[in-house]
DNA sequence: AGCACGCCGACT
DNA sequence: GTCGGCGTGCTC
């Protein structure tokens, strides 16, 4: 052990250490320059590459002459502040993840080369700043600021009072109850405050009706952030907040590291949206990450949702979070009524029941909008021969292939591999092949044959893949004319419908037995949410549910109590099997061409990891889905309910996989993983 | 991750 | 004889 000034240096490299250096020639002794968050240009290996100063030392492992001075600073000020570095460190435990990887993740692809000083020419082009027309339509005026319910000035004023501190505050409204407009204030309040304001939400592309009225309210103060903008345009973004001349930044997850001069408000909407967790690489949660973030900048932080997730319900009964309640649609619309149908002996038509199908047509004579939820794009979902029981498979995904109309095609929902519809049977000859099964194409074309003199308007993936398609429908389905709405979860996503007075789940027994302990809790979140969008312009809305199960406890308690009513047993339930958020959990997972290496090497982990006796480990085992684009994933989950056991032994885990070659396996670690099949 | 080194198959 | 495949090892 060397005793003299060392810098510990974090370069991105997937390696779970810090590398030291000597302090660049002419800063010996000027080691007061140097401060944690400025970028250095660094030799590694045989290249120059650029790292993070993290701390100057006086120890280090290594001989003396093995230390190689920093080439040359690249910052004369710490390019990130200290509390957002502070907030990376935590990343990097609680992810267990290089911290080098999280500073190249958290900065703007253009700062994240060696080359060039990333200036930007002032280009007069910021798309990112303009509202399009659609949306501009979109956005009903409100010339006039709307009064605050009482229950809205109740959180709005608590909130008020939480300013300059940290607090987490779960905002917990009805759709329509005027979440927005109580953002809209505290927002206004932050300004007013001269602070800045991050609102994060799931997918800026699906809420462009909260963008336009935010942008309406507070015209140029706000700046976007999604991966819809270019690199430039994000670098923009980032900077103008980061030097302060923008106050407001609407963005997605990877907003939450954008460095802000005057941070005072975090608000995340639709808190409970699983889009706020990162699906590849670095696997964290957006969410948690905000709440980490308004702890070390000692700033509120607000959730928002009408269906919070039970994880925030938990933390808010424990007295963790301060829960606020929107019980009542703002304005004069009231919320609708719920009810089930019941499928059993029913006789059906592309899964809609003669009961359901005679209530669109009332709700459509009465001259308004229905709107039709089944979770299933395509026109069907299994294609298979009546003779023998072939059914089409997809060659490079465990899946069946989903039949698909216009253009006619078989397609794999996983891999969007596709291929042509044959007219004989593959394994047999017979031309017997049939469809089984409905998705949203089906529900199209069966309604366009029921009701031919309304219009059938389908909102799912397929139909606004193409740019500014989704502002398109949204447009048409926003006009006053009776028609009919048949779409996919995007329906559920914050969209205002003003003309719908029916809301129907097709299919309300879809989530009911799924396999992962949270698909219960996510279905009663969407069947709420669709529901939430009948009734909203004056009109009393009706939500009707189609199943086979109307004596299911969990659903009868969501169609009588509501989602609040519904997670309180859900909860109960999480208890019993000792899920989330009554354990914590990680998933080790690797794709392998065989199934069997990737077995085996979960196995040699598994033997190999002493482990905590409190923390169990489940596997391992194939995923449910395992071959997915032609590798078999396989899992081995750990649980724990002491929290930091379970993040020791990972922590050897860790160790382990890096210190054994394990090249032939790609692996990732998942932490708090939403599914675990 | 990159980038080198190193040891075995088909080619001017 | 060598060009180049990707297995293994190392980076302060």
Not at 82 to 91: D, K, V
Not at 263 to 269: E, K, N, V, Y
Not at 489 to 498: C, D, E, R, S, V
Request: net charge positive; glycine share 6%.
């Amino acid at each position: 052990m060397m005793k003299f000034n060392v810098v510990k240096v974090a370069i991105s490299a997937p390696l779970h250490r810090l590398f030291d250096y000597l302090p660049p020639k002419g800063y010996r002794d000027k080691l007061d320059k140097l401060a944690q968050g400025m970028r250095v240009k660094v030799p590694f290996g045989r290249r120059e590459v650029m790292g993070f100063i993290i701390r100057i030392a006086d120890t280090t492992e290594l001989p003396q002459e093995r230390l190689k001075p920093i080439s040359t600073l690249l910052d004369t000020q710490p390019l990130l502040p200290p509390s957002l570095m502070q907030l990376l460190l935590w990343i990097s435990q609680y992810y267990h993840y290089p911290l080098g990887e999280i500073l190249a993740i958290a900065l703007p692809t253009r700062l994240r080369r060696l080359k060039g000083t990333a200036q930007v020419r002032t280009s007069k082009k910021t798309r990112a700043i303009q509202v399009n027309n659609y949306e501009t339509q979109l956005v009903e005026s409100d010339p006039v600021l709307p009064t605050l319910n009482s229950e809205q000035k109740t959180a709005f004023e608590a909130i008020c009072k939480h300013f300059n501190q940290f607090g987490v505050f779960l905002l917990e409204g009805v759709t329509g109850s005027g979440k927005t407009e109580v953002y809209l204030r505290l927002i206004q309040q932050a300004l007013a405050h001269n602070q800045q304001v991050l609102l994060l939400v799931p997918e800026i592309s699906l809420t462009p009706q909260m963008v336009a009225r935010l942008q309406k309210r507070l015209d140029n103060n706000i700046t976007l952030f999604h991966s819809g903008l270019t690199d430039t345009e994000r670098f923009i973004s980032w900077k103008s907040i980061q030097l302060g001349e923008k106050s407001i930044m609407v963005g997605t997850r990877s907003a939450v590291f954008t460095p802000f001069k005057r941070l005072g408000l975090i608000i995340i909407d639709e808190e409970q949206d699983s889009s706020f967790k990162q699906q590849s690489g670095l696997l964290y949660h957006a969410r948690d990450v905000a709440i980490m973030r308004a702890r070390l900048e000692k700033v509120p932080i607000v959730l928002g949702s009408a269906t919070p997730a039970l994880e925030s319900l938990w933390n808010a009964a424990q007295g963790r979070y301060r829960k606020f309640t929107l019980p009542r649609r703002a304005g004069a619309s009231v919320l609708p009524t719920m009810q089930v149908i019941d499928l059993r002996q029913q006789q059906l038509q592309a899964g809609l029941s003669q009961k359901l199908i005679s209530l669109i047509g009332q709700h459509l004579k009465s001259k308004s909008q229905v709107l039709l939820f089944l979770n299933r794009r395509g026109f069907a979902p299994i294609y298979l021969c009546h003779d023998c029981g072939w059914t089409m498979m997809c060659t490079q995904c465990d899946s069946p292939l989903r039949l698909h109309h216009r253009p006619e095609c078989l397609r794999c929902h996983y891999c969007e591999t596709v291929v042509c519809v044959p007219t004989d049977c593959p394994a047999c000859n017979q031309q017997q092949l049939f469809a089984l099964g409905q998705g949203t194409q089906k529900l199209e074309k069966i309604l366009a044959h029921h009701f031919p003199d309304f219009e059938s308007i389908r909102i799912d993936s397929d139909s606004t893949r193409g740019k500014g398609q989704l502002q398109q429908v949204l447009l048409r389905a926003c006009q006053e004319k009776p028609c009919i709405l048949i779409g996919t979860q995007i329906l559920a996503k914050g969209h205002h419908f003003p003309h719908v007075s029916l809301a129907a789940v097709v299919e309300g027994d879809a989530g009911l037995f799924g396999t992962d302990f949270r698909s219960l809790e996510q279905s009663a979140q969407l069947i709420t949410q669709v529901g939430g969008r009948a009734g909203r312009g004056g009109q009393v809305g009706q939500v009707v549910i189609q199943t086979y199960h109307p004596g299911h406890p969990l659903l009868n308690q969501l169609i009588t109590k509501g989602y609040t009513g519904f997670s309180q047993l859900a909860l109960q339930e999480r208890k019993r099997a000792n899920w989330p958020p009554f354990s914590y959990l990680a998933l080790l997972r690797v794709e392998t061409r065989q199934q069997q290496v990737g077995l085996d090497f979960l196995r040699q982990v598994k033997e190999n990891c002493r482990l905590d006796q409190s923390v169990v480990v489940l596997g391992p085992i194939p995923s449910l889905l395992t071959k997915r684009a032609g590798y078999h994933r396989t899992q081995l989950l750990f649980r724990a309910i002491n929290r930091l056991a379970l993040h020791q032994t990972l922590q050897r885990l860790v160790h382990y996989l890096e210190a054994t070659s394990t090249r032939h396996v790609r692996y990732s670690l998942e932490i708090d993983p939403l599914d675990v099949c």
